[in-house]
């Protein structure tokens, strides 16, 4: 098998409504006490080799009210009022999926939509931050043949500094109570067959989570993530 190039390089997201702005990774972190938060990125790295897929999605995802869409047999999010917990099992959730168990990208998106948070308009900016980390379909249907299954490994979850920053210069009532950032530093593992070969590759990947918690709800939920490899440190 190919030694794989990253396929999950940084791509354009809309901008979403959490009271500062985080830039890119070329232009750094700059925070405002402005309505939003944009993440400003790169393009795109669309090349498809064995075990590699490209960044977009085309699966229709719904954002809809939070009744789960999930298929049966795949495990959802955490349900737990634990901050941490959430974030973590949230992160291992968005990179787990297996080419051969009979379900598509869209259906290991809808796991992670399930867990947003509905009340706040997000969903869609959720779905679409969602679809920027799984195979599109076309890569789909090339990972199959190698049998290509995807996991993560978490070396470091925490609270980053400049989440602070944030909350300091948003203005009263902007961000909910309870909400918090996680990022997140690990290794994306893939195994797959190549020539009856079992093959494994690992990848360092960093992201950020934002999620909801106590008091503003008994238990967490998802309000976005960050451009792969763009966390907020």
Not at 34 to 44: D, Q, V, Y
Not at 186 to 193: A, D, E, H, S
Request: overall charge negative; aromatic content about 8%.
């Amino acid at each position: 098998m190919r030694r794989p190039t990253d396929p999950l390089s940084p791509r354009t997201l809309p901008r979403w409504k959490l009271t500062a702005f985080v830039g890119g990774a070329v232009l750094g972190l700059v925070f405002a006490a402005t309505a939003t938060i944009g993440l400003l990125i790169g393009p795109p790295d669309t090349t498809i080799s064995p075990a590699v897929e490209n960044t977009r999605s085309p699966a229709t995802i719904s954002p809809g009210a939070r009744q789960s869409a999930t298929p049966a047999m795949l495990s959802p999010v955490v349900s737990t009022a634990d901050a941490e917990q959430f974030a973590r099992s949230a992160a291992e959730t968005l990179f787990e999926w297996d080419t051969l168990q009979g379900f598509q990208p869209r259906d290991y998106a809808q796991i992670i939509v399930d867990a947003g948070d509905a009340d706040s308009g997000e969903l869609n900016g959720l779905a679409e931050d969602t679809s920027n980390y799984l195979p599109s379909q076309a890569a789909w249907v090339e990972l199959q043949k190698y049998e290509t299954t995807q996991s993560l490994r978490i070396d470091r979850l925490w609270v980053p500094e400049r989440w602070q920053d944030v909350l300091d210069q948003a203005r009263d009532g902007a961000i909910l109570p309870g909400t918090v950032a996680y990022t997140v530093e690990g290794m994306r593992l893939r195994t797959g067959l190549w020539d009856g070969d079992v093959v494994e590759t690992a990848h360092p990947v960093s992201f950020t989570l934002f999620v909801v918690c106590k008091p503003s709800y008994t238990t967490c939920r998802l309000l976005r993530l960050s451009a792969l490899d763009t966390p907020l440190q």
